[in-house]
């Protein structure tokens, strides 16, 4: 049976939520796990497809943000910036960045493809512009479309994001996703 596996990132006090799913169900989800944690999860689930909500990598010298992202924010949604290395490793704003980084080199290591995402052009693609929801009742309502079984009754938007990119890795593995710089997104309506 084949699985994937969604990780959000947070910085070091946050850590990570990561969503284990199959064809049609959650079969785990967890939070506030460390980097070890998830490399663990990754090596005991043996993934298709691990999908990463951050950069895994840095803008080039100098810039302040890297092209994928101008052409995601242009065709998709917004999308925060991910600037050089010099300024993410110079600012506690961009420690999510680092912790999303230290995971794609520790899981380079392990046979899983990863790929990054970004969960809210995921939604878009899904569900169309969030428009005036909130973010929580626009991704609720986007996670009960998907239509996958145990999902629990109560999530937080981390778990959503995290549901979010395991089922990017599993369009991403049937061929029904794009790259638009380093960011994986799906190509059309669930």
């Excluded at 506030?32 to 990754?42: A, P």
């Excluded at 969030?130 to 998907?146: F, K, N, P, Y």
């Excluded at 109560?154 to 794009?178: F, P």
Aim: aromatic share 6%.
């Amino acid at each position: 049976m084949a699985v994937w596996v969604g990780v959000d990132v947070g910085g070091k006090r946050k850590g990570f939520d990561v969503a284990v799913i199959d064809d049609r169900r959650v079969l785990a989800l967890q939070g506030h796990l460390t980097c070890r944690q998830v490399v663990d999860i990754v090596f005991e689930n043996r993934p298709a497809v691990v999908a990463i909500d951050s950069p895994r990598s840095y803008a080039p010298e100098g810039r302040a943000a890297r092209d994928g992202e101008l052409q995601l924010a242009r065709s998709i949604c917004r999308i925060r910036w991910t600037p050089d290395a010099r300024r993410v490793r110079g600012s506690a704003y961009y420690a999510r960045i680092l912790e999303g980084v230290a995971l794609f080199g520790a899981l380079a290591s392990h046979g899983a493809e990863v790929i990054e995402v970004f969960p809210t052009a995921s939604w878009t693609r899904w569900h169309d512009k969030r428009g005036s929801q909130s973010r929580a009742a626009w991704t609720r309502q986007g996670l009960a479309a998907l239509g996958l079984e145990n999902v629990p009754e109560r999530t937080n938007q981390d778990q959503r994001d995290a549901i979010a990119g395991a089922m990017t890795a599993r369009q991403h593995s049937l061929g029904l996703t794009e790259t638009i710089g380093d960011i994986v997104v799906p190509i059309g309506r669930w």
